[in-house]
C-alpha cells in the first residue's frame, strides 16, 4: 500500500495555493455556480496521517474542542491556517500536527498531497499524507484537540461507506459526504478529502 500511495498521490507543491480543485462544492449535487466563491480564501494546510501498523493501515483522525470558532467539533485531520514562517504547506501540517496531537515529524514520512480543498468557510487547504511509524505517544492540545482517534485505510476506501447527506446553509441546501464510524461522526471537508485520497488511489 505505501508504494501504491506513493505512486498514485499528487505531487506536493512548494507553496500553499488558494487555487482550489476539489471541496465542498464538489460534492454532487451541489451547484459550484451558487456557492460562494474564494475572494477571501485564507490558506491551510492538515496532514492525513497513515500509521501503518503491522496488522494494517489507519488512518489517525482527531476530534476539535466544542467551543473553538471553526468547525467547532467536528472530526478533523490535525492542521491549521498557514503562518509566515511556515516554508511550505509541508511544515504548516507538521507544525500544526505536533502543536495539537503532540506528534514529532521524527515518525512522519510525507509521501504527497490530495487536491487543495476549498470549504465553505473560505479555506482553501493543502491535504499532506504522511506514513506515521507506531511508537509515537499522543500528547493533546486539550484547549483545541478532544480526542484522537484511528480507524481502518481500508473503511475509506470502500465506496459503500461514501454516504451523502445535506443540511440548509448560507440559505441554501448543501450536500456533502457523511461517513459514520463507531459513534465517530466523519463528514464535510474532513470526509470529502478521504474521498478524494480514494479517488486517486482508484483512477
Same mark, same amino acid.
Given at each position: 500500500?505505501?508504494?501504491? !500511495?506513493?505512486?498514485?498521490?499528487?505531487?506536493?507543491?512548494?507553496?500553499?495555493? !488558494?487555487?482550489?480543485?476539489w471541496g465542498d462544492h464538489y460534492a454532487p449535487p451541489n451547484d459550484l455556480a451558487k456557492l460562494p466563491k474564494g475572494q477571501t480564501l485564507k490558506a491551510a494546510a492538515v496532514l492525513v496521517p497513515i500509521v501503518d501498523h503491522p496488522t494494517g493501515q489507519t488512518v489517525l483522525l482527531t476530534q476539535r474542542a466544542d467551543h473553538l470558532r471553526t468547525h467547532s467539533g467536528q472530526v478533523s485531520f490535525p492542521g491549521g491556517k498557514v503562518e509566515k514562517e511556515d516554508k511550505g504547506p509541508v511544515d504548516t501540517a507538521l507544525r500544526e500536527t505536533e502543536e495539537e496531537i503532540g506528534l514529532h515529524r521524527s515518525h512522519i514520512e510525507i509521501i504527497g498531497a490530495l487536491d487543495v480543498y476549498e470549504t465553505g468557510t473560505g479555506f482553501a487547504i493543502t491535504p499532506i499524507v504522511g506514513i506515521v511509524t507506531p511508537g509515537f505517544t499522543l500528547v493533546l492540545d486539550e484547549y483545541e484537540v478532544a480526542e484522537a482517534f484511528e480507524v481502518p485505510l481500508d473503511f475509506f476506501l470502500d465506496p459503500a461507506n461514501h454516504t451523502m447527506d445535506s443540511a440548509e446553509w448560507q440559505g441554501a441546501v448543501r450536500h456533502y459526504y457523511d461517513m459514520p464510524y463507531n459513534g465517530y461522526r466523519i463528514w464535510g471537508a474532513t470526509a470529502g478529502m478521504l474521498v478524494n485520497l480514494h479517488d486517486l488511489l482508484a483512477d
Open positions: 500500500m505505501r508504494e501504491r !500511495l506513493k505512486s498514485r498521490l499528487l505531487d506536493i507543491p512548494d507553496h500553499a495555493s !488558494l487555487s482550489a480543485t
